[in-house]
């Protein structure tokens, strides 16, 4: 007899949509003047605090600068955030959205994480210190009575 399979959770469409760039007027100048910040800033909380800022950025402008498609490096971050946190494949294929649209993906993505209790200018680390952006807190610890 096999065992059943799991069952599977139900997607969730995303906070804003993806031409809501100017909901977020500074973010949407930075990443289309500066890609890879808004992009570093999401890979670093995308992975927990494993890659930094500045590294994820430096390696995105890399990728743009020495191939011209920096959107490839890009949708795998996007296609990882949907995983995380079961978001549907909207309005296309993840790869798809960042080919075409990249500056409007990149500040979905950003918008998503912030509305998700994120505050992106201080990355993974500074949000657990916080106990922002649904990173576990510790239970709280009740006093032992008799």
């Known amino acids: 007899m096999s065992a059943p399979k799991p069952k599977a959770q139900a997607q969730v469409d995303w906070s804003t949509g993806l031409c809501d760039c100017f909901s977020n007027f500074g973010n949407c100048c930075l990443t289309l003047w500066c890609p890879c910040v808004t992009f570093g800033r999401i ?9 930094t800022c500045g590294g994820s950025g430096t390696l995105y402008t890399v990728v743009c600068c020495l191939l ?22 909207s309005p296309c294929c993840d790869c798809l959205v960042h080919c ?8 979905q993505e950003f918008r998503e994480l ?10 993974w680390h500074g949000n657990v210190e916080k106990g922002n952006g649904g990173v576990p807190k510790a239970p709280a610890v009740q006093p032992m009575t008799r």
Do not use: H, Q
């Open 114 to 123: 912030e509305n998700r209790g994120f505050d992106m200018a201080i990355g």
């Open 43 to 51: 890979a670093n909380v995308v992975d927990k605090g494993s890659t």
């Open 68 to 89: 011209g498609c920096g959107w490839i490096y890009s949708c795998l971050y996007r296609s990882k955030m949907r995983r995380e946190y079961m978001l549907k494949d």
């Open 100 to 107: 075409c649209c990249e500056p409007c993906a990149l500040c």
